[in-house]
């Protein structure tokens, strides 16, 4: 799908940080989805706009003064901002009513210091541990400052994920002298069976009996030891087991021999940065009376970073009345059944939707485009937002289903969309053997080797000249010496010109303005060609001479499908001026785009990937 289809745009490219930074100061790609407001970057400076549909009676000092409060300087630096967002308004003065534009948003203002939080600005390899200590608070506050971090920062989800460049609000001692003590809620009272008494909704526990494995967590133990009880020794089949019960329950609890797509799920959900447990037992008080023991090694649990979690049983081993007594009691968690799921999809679906995400979206009709001359469409299962501060810090994540061995391209469209600073996770479904995996996407050897960036002199001259020779691969000759007259004639004229080749048949004197009138007739009765290249033609305009004598012709071609469509889980577009060049004997022929733009290395990386070469001009 093109870029046209997109009623509104948004754009990420300056947010995206990490790896996918841009290199060497260039500005990188524009990439959209469907949303009202995006953030761009130019000269290191990022600038947020939203988009506006003129009504009648409008002008554009009364449409900015929506977002900010006015004055002349303040319009002045708007007017610029908008300008560079809105190249093709000509009048910003002469806006027509239903006229669509980006104007700078106001953005959301940073809160000041008053007293109950600072700012603190985060650098590379902070860590909020190194922060707090550096700040002398003691380990045994750190839990505390934490979930006030965590609360006063909308952006930080996770303790272990803060972003290098952002400014986190950090809690002082008089923002819990200033804390609200909650009032306790009123106890409810369950059913107290003779053998044992539950305490009123206690948290869930996990034993601390196996140490986590590497990206894995145990949840510290919700119950004091005062309240968890020793039940009679579990079976080691038992994967559920109730007790506190008078009587065994009837329902059947079916341990699961297989979990398909466990592996799958796992390297996934880890992937995207959330917990898998599924190492020790979990202890879930029922209303009802009775705990339902789970063993975490056959119903993992997924512990999202916004607070929810989801309990994975993949074989419907856990009774639907235990299952809608944990949902009811322990409202952060959900019983996800995966016994009737379809394949990895339905399943990664299922899972997604208790994920507590801001926003979990389908990509397929509306894929993320990025780019706009080169624009690369790229249609994922879905688009997830984790949260709602997720496109200001990059953390924008595209869970892609791929073949087992994707194709060179579509590996090269991965390869890009990483570099450009997207998050994709390709998956491969093997529905026969009900597996799954993540795709590596590795660099190819020549990764490093980026296409040199061709740009056509703007001037005319020489340069313009011996660039459009060395792109048309025409031989050009410096130092001839033509003699002119024939042989035997008392007088021969010999001219050096500066620049000489032949093309077509047909031999070309570059003359740079510098030659006299005679001379250059005498060229011509001669049988040359005099190629006029003073510096008063542009560059662009020497080219297309050069081309029209080498016989090449070019194709304006507006959003044209260069690679990709149909099932091949990508598009690659293309808006510019193309030509191909007839292979030389023993080499390749050459395919060729002009654009009217700058173009990012990552993108003539790919257009090279693809056997295509990039000039703008």
Sequence with gaps: MSARL???ALLLAAMLSGAAAAQDGEDL?????EKKVYSDTAGGKRSFFETHTVEKGETLWKILQRNVPLTPDRYAELLKEFRRANPKVADPSRLAPGQELLV???GRREPRDDGRTVGYNVKRGDSLSEILSARGIPRRQWKRYFDAIREINASVTDANRILAGRTLRLPTDRYFAEAKPQEPAAPSIPAVTPEVAIAAAPSPALTRDVAPGPGQDVPAAGKPEAELRTPKPV???ASVVETGKAKPTEEAVLPPARSPYRGLLSDLFLAIGEKWIERGTMYLPLPSGGDAVLQLSDFPLVRFSGGAEALIDFRGGIPPRVANEIS???KSIRVVSLAEAGGAGDRIDRILRVSGYYSVKEGISRPVVMGETVSVSLPARWIIRRTEDSLLSGDLILLKEVPEKPDPELLAVLRYARRVGLRVLPYADAPVTMEGFLVGVQEEPSAGEIPVALAAPKTGGLPAVDFGLSLLGIAAKTGERLRLGEKG???????SPERFFEVGGRKYVVDTGKM???IRSILRDSGYVVFPAGKDATGREIFRRLMKAAGVGLEERKEYLLKGGGKSGYEVRVTGAFFSLSAPPGGAGRRIVLVGRK???????LLGDMGVEIVEW
């Design 6 to 8: 997109l009623p509104v």
């Design 29 to 33: 790609p524009r990439i959209f989805l």
């Design 599 to 605: 173009i990012h290395s990552a993108t003539r990386a």
């Design 328 to 330: 009811a009691q322990w």
């Design 516 to 518: 006299s009138p005679a």
């Design 235 to 237: 079976s080691p089949d």
């Design 489 to 495: 004639d008392p007088f021969r004229l010999v001219v």
């Design 104 to 106: 700078p948003s106001g």
